[in-house]
């Protein structure tokens, strides 16, 4: 075996150079580990592939889960909006319910203010004596004023009514000179009959109103 280092020829079987002691063992190179490699790459490729199929499958029911919370909102939305538009129409009903009475109040306001006290008759004079007149049915209001001509006590303005009902004004001796007046009100179905009864007045006055 020739030496590689120095040239000289050697005995085939020997291990060294029998000059230079050169080894003369030629060292054959590890084969290269292929299958290993091989197999590393099939690993990551498995691993890629799960990786894809993990991001796929989560994403789709992400994708599931976000479709259905939009759906749940919308419908939660869509049942809000109904329960507003009912309390609305609800309360469209109640202002149409208040609008109502309040013109139905009002009408009635309207029609209680269109009545007032209507005079049906007015009656004066003055001195000493009495008349008798009629009165129509209805809401009546008499009202009466006197002025004497002097303080005595006997001076008076009386009217009074078949139904009872009556007013006056009278001065006694020490009374003060002057104008006094009264009213009273009833209410009667049928024609009533009423005396006024003055003495020693310079001027007296009696008014009838009915309420229409």
Request: proline share 2%.
């Amino acid at each position: 075996m020739k030496c590689s280092k120095c040239g000289f020829e050697n005995k085939d079987k020997a291990k060294f150079c029998t000059k230079c002691g050169n080894s003369l063992v030629v060292s054959t190179p590890e084969p290269t580990p292929a299958n290993s490699n091989s197999n590393t790459k099939y690993i990551i490729i498995a691993l890629i592939a799960v990786i894809i199929i993990l991001a796929g499958t989560i994403g789709y029911f992400a994708l599931n889960n976000g479709s259905d919370s939009v759906q749940s909102n919308d419908n939660s939305q869509s049942a809000a909006s109904q329960e507003s538009q009912s309390v609305d129409d609800s309360s469209d009903d109640d202002k149409s319910a208040q609008t109502t009475t309040v013109s139905s109040s009002k009408k009635n306001t309207e029609t209680v203010e269109d009545k007032s006290w209507e005079s049906i008759g007015s009656y004066s004079g003055s001195g000493s004596g009495s008349q008798t007149i009629s009165v129509p049915e209805g809401k009546i209001m008499v009202k009466l004023s006197a002025y004497p001509i002097k303080n005595y006590a006997t001076n008076h303005l009386y009217v009074s009514g078949s139904n009872g009902k009556s007013g006056g004004v009278d001065w006694g001796s020490k009374s003060k000179v002057e104008t006094r007046s009264d009213s009273f009100t009833y209410t009667s179905s049928s024609e009533e009959t009423f005396t006024i009864d003055y003495y020693e007045t310079v001027s007296w006055e009696v008014e009838f109103f009915r309420y229409q």
